[in-house]
């Protein structure tokens, strides 16, 4: 079954102090891997997408990098502002341009 | 502006009673999807269309749901017979047809049935 599991569910920082995001994914052929911000009652914000193992993204504080089993997002020297929700996720194998599988997400939460 | 928009954006119901949900898409976009999130989930899919055409539908949508795109441009999407477990956020999103995966996601309706 296709799946998409990330980790930790909640990690508290201080500000500049740098850390990761787990996405680890079961989804044969995979043909994306993407990652949203949600803040708190509004949708996701789109920030990158992977499609190879050994890809990577950056934008601003933030650096996505893919494995063949998993991706990971790198916050560098985070900011109170990055506090959020960070969901991934995946299309479902065989079947082009549809639903996308979202993990639950990793809620960060950043202090100043 | 140019994103995804919703509206409304709020909605308290009592249990019974129908809703529906309008959505429009960036402009250039042929997709267009409607998901539900509850608290502490990520998004589920509910259905998507390719212009006017629904072209898949989840599991997840009972018969009680129905969505619609008439024109190829805005969609709605009705619950008939509400009940609490509806509530929700309700979530749409578009893409191009080239680049399908790449969704981007309106701010959400957010429902309540009491």
């Known amino acids: 079954e296709d799946q998409v599991t990330q980790s930790p569910e909640a990690l508290r920082l201080q500000e500049g102090e740098s850390s990761s995001l787990n996405c680890s994914y079961t989804?044969?052929?995979?043909?994306?891997l993407f990652w949203y911000r949600q803040d708190p009652g509004k949708g996701p914000e789109f920030l990158f997408t992977?499609?190879?193992a050994g890809e990577e993204k950056e934008k601003e504080r933030l650096k996505a990098t893919l494995t063949k089993k998993e991706s990971f997002l790198h916050i560098t020297a985070p900011k109170p502002e990055d506090s959020a929700t960070y969901l991934c996720?995946?299309?479902?194998?065989?079947?082009?341009?549809?639903?996308?599988?979202f993990g639950k997400g990793t809620t960060l939460s950043v202090s100043s | 502006d140019t994103g995804v928009s919703q509206n409304p954006r709020h909605k308290i119901t009592k249990r019974g009673q129908n809703v529906t949900f309008r959505c429009d898409p960036i402009?250039?976009?042929?997709?267009l999807y409607w998901y539900r999130q509850t608290l502490g989930q990520g998004p589920e899919f509910l259905t998507y269309?390719?212009?006017?055409?629904?072209?898949?539908k989840s599991r997840l949508l009972s018969d009680r749901f129905s969505a619609e795109r008439p024109k190829g441009s805005f969609s709605t999407l009705e619950i008939q017979r509400t009940e609490q477990g509806d509530s929700a956020m309700y979530l749409c999103?578009?893409?191009?047809?080239?680049?399908?995966?790449?969704?981007?996601f309106g701010p959400g309706t957010r429902l309540l049935v009491l």
């Open positions: 992977l499609y190879s």
């Open positions: 402009s250039e976009h042929n997709r």
């Open positions: 989804v044969s052929g995979l043909r994306g």
């Open positions: 996720a995946a299309p479902p194998a065989n079947q082009a341009g549809t639903a996308l599988i």
């Open positions: 269309f390719q212009n006017e055409a629904q072209l898949e």
């Open positions: 999103a578009s893409s191009l047809i080239n680049r399908a995966e790449t969704q981007y």
